[in-house]
T-cell receptor
Framework: AQSVTQPDIHITVSEGASLELRCNYS??????LFWYVQSPGQGLQLLLKYFSGDTLVQGIKGFEAEFKRSQSSFNLRKPSVHWSDAAEYFC????????????FGGGTRLMVKP | NAGVTQTPKFRVLKTGQSMTLLCAQDMNHEYMYWYRQDPGMGLRLIHY???????AKGEVPDGYNVSRLKKQNFLLGLESAAPSQTSVYFCASSAQIYEQYFGPGTRLTVT
């Protein structure tokens, strides 16, 4: 069965600093990987996705992620964080053999210091 | 184009009561999903559907039932609510292998 681990439950960065959120997955085949963001009291919004091809993917709001098969990782990065980026971030892996069901990591809550 | 909508937004139930959560999507998506979100556990899949008239169990299906009588609607039922079902419930839909679009959530409290 697939699984996703987000090792950092909370991260605090200063506004303008760079950000990297870690995600490790376990999946038997080529994974379909996603990053979602959730603002307080809201649903989840897709930031970016990896299906195949270029291992560096660009998303919305200036985010990018790099798929590294050898490390089973899909880390999310942003060069300069804005106060509005404070939210919870979820990494997920999709299983095409089971209705594209997503398995989510536990989430990383990002706080941004002024 | 409303995307994915969920009804109701909030609900409080007593133990043993029943209720149905409604999810509707207007994107003509084949696939629909119900997740629950609990602190520190991310989202866990309860049930999903790959088309009208079909349903399948996810990771945590016990205590829940679902129905997909119309392509645009996916209902989640709790026959006898328990305090362990206190959670935030999210519905999502997708066009087969593509990304899932999520509704705003339903916050359910069972006392």
């Amino acid at each position: 069965a697939q699984s996703v681990t987000q090792p950092d439950i909370h991260i605090t960065v200063s506004e303008g600093a760079s950000l990297e959120l870690r995600c490790n997955y376990s999946y038997g085949a080529t994974p379909y990987l996603f990053w979602y963001v959730q603002s307080p009291g809201q649903g989840l919004q897709l930031l970016l996705k990896y299906f195949s091809g270029d291992t560096l993917v660009q998303g919305i709001k200036g985010f990018e992620a790099e798929f590294k098969r050898s490390q089973s990782s899909f880390n999310l990065r942003k060069p300069s964080v804005h106060w509005s980026d404070a939210a919870e971030y979820f990494c997920a892996v999709g299983d095409l053999n089971a209705g594209n069901m997503l398995t989510f990591g536990g989430g990383t809550r990002l706080m941004v210091k002024p | 184009n409303a995307g994915v909508t969920q009804t109701p937004k909030f609900r409080v139930l007593k133990t043993g009561q029943s209720m149905t959560l409604l999810c509707a999507q207007d994107m003509n998506h084949e696939y629909m999903y119900w997740y629950r979100q609990d602190p520190g556990m991310g989202l866990r899949l309860i049930h999903y559907s790959v088309g009208e008239g079909t349903t399948a169990k996810g990771e945590v299906p016990d205590g829940y039932n679902v129905s997909r009588l119309k392509k645009q609607n996916f209902l989640l039922g709790l026959e006898s609510a328990a305090p362990s079902q206190t959670s935030v419930y999210f519905c999502a839909s997708s066009a087969q292998i593509y990304e899932q679009y999520f509704g705003p959530g339903t916050r359910l409290t069972v006392t």
